[in-house]
């Protein structure tokens, strides 16, 4: 959870997207090592066959804990608190500035400058209650009308976007397969463990390769053209699985072709899946909602993701228990739904000026955050010549 929120917090912002991004590939490579680490240790001896694994684990625990020692705290934290030297000190250290540089650089001031203009933006939103009298900032009833702004009209649909990306994302299919691979490759007619835990495994390598190019292209291709097509190949993939599991599932071993096949559209869905959901998924919430809901708006996005990958637990076991062929339906259906939704509610939000985000939402929500902007009393900064400045002369040093 705090992962994601420290990557943005810290980001430049021309760079956060393609941050953001990187969370997929880190998710990816964490599941295809821990994959494979339980693979070659299987058939250890004794309890070393999960003792390994679960000690393995300690690794990256460890180095977290004392890598967040050397951590700068989020600036825009300390800024909430009123810490702004910390926060300007934190802020030279992520840009890599020394300290004879925070006086002198005028990006750093005005970088710092944005920071404290967003913070008293967003608590003049979160302090207006419903009836336009202010409430004591972080008092139960401010957060309830911050969290209820999600719901009115100007913010409902963005907010139906971020969280049915989420309900999209899991429903794909992607997180049955991570989860239960080897159940769901016993279902296509490979026998043996090893068969079965190598064609898994390959799931995780495909996504891995897959959510490179997602990086590097992301912005240039766009988020609607992707989600269009990679639900498309997802649901393509997966209904063909589904007929040909109806159709030969009773008697692999005479239809080895179909069962190649099969796993064929399995690796075809994990490729399409990783260059689109998977890294869009994380993306397309942090665009939509204008600054003063984004940081509830994503938080909401992500409760229903990890509510929707409850859900897959659960009920994939069961689904697969019934009938597999059925269970690819249900994410064949998933997919399907998914391409119509991104056809007709899913606005192009690569490169999209604000004008055009609240154009395409009917409301006026970005213009009405960035009228308050103006409204926020600007602090002074301090630039080359170590004057006070206003936020007019910062856009001329900037």
């Not at 998914?338 to 690569?350: L, Q």
């Amino acid at each position: 959870m705090l992962s994601p929120l420290y990557m943005a917090e810290i980001s430049p912002p021309e760079v956060r997207g393609s941050l953001m991004a990187l969370e997929q590939l880190a998710i990816v490579i964490g599941a295809v090592l821990g994959f494979w680490t339980g693979f070659f240790t299987r058939n250890y001896p004794g309890s070393s066959s999960w003792r390994i694994p679960l000690a393995i684990q300690l690794l990256p625990g460890l180095l977290l804990g004392f890598g967040c020692m050397a951590l700068p705290p989020s600036p825009r934290l300390l800024i909430q608190q009123g810490r702004t030297e910390e926060a300007l000190r934190s802020l030279a250290k992520l840009r890599l500035r020394s300290r004879a540089e925070i006086d002198s650089d005028p990006l750093l001031q005005i970088e710092l400058l944005e920071m404290q203009v967003e913070a008293a933006l967003i608590e003049q939103t979160s302090t207006a209650d419903s009836s336009g009298q202010n409430a004591k900032l972080g008092t139960l009833r401010t957060e309830w009308h911050s969290w209820k702004r999600l719901l009115s009209p100007k913010l409902r649909k963005r907010t139906l976007i971020g969280v049915t990306m989420m309900f999209f994302q899991q429903w794909s299919g992607i997180n049955a397969l991570l989860y239960y691979g080897p159940t769901l490759m016993h279902s296509l007619g490979l026998q043996g463990d090893a068969a079965t835990l190598m064609s898994a495994g390959g799931v995780g390598i495909v996504q891995f390769l897959a959510v490179l190019p997602a990086i590097a292209f992301i912005d240039r291709l766009g988020r609607r053209p992707l989600l269009r097509g990679g639900s498309l190949l997802m649901a393509s993939s997966h209904l063909l699985i589904s007929v040909l599991v109806w159709q030969y599932g009773g008697d692999w071993s005479a239809h080895a072709i179909a069962a190649r096949v099969s796993l064929l559209c399995v690796y075809l869905f994990t490729a399409a899946y990783g260059v689109s959901y998977g890294p869009i998924g994380w993306i397309l919430p942090s665009e939509v909602f204008p600054l003063s809901a984004r940081s509830k708006g994503v938080a909401l996005s992500t409760a229903s993701n990890w509510l929707n990958n409850f859900l897959i637990g659960l009920l994939t076991p069961l689904l697969i228990e019934r009938s597999a062929s059925a269970t690819f339906f249900v994410f064949a259906a998933a997919c399907s739904l998914g391409y119509v939704w991104a056809t007709r509610e899913v606005p192009e939000t690569a490169n999209v000026s604000l004008e055009e985000i609240d154009a395409v939402f009917g409301s006026s929500a970005g213009q009405e955050d960035l009228a308050l902007k103006h409204q926020v009393p600007v602090p002074s900064f301090r630039h080359r010549a170590g004057q006070q400045g206003s936020l007019r002369d910062a856009l001329v040093w900037g």
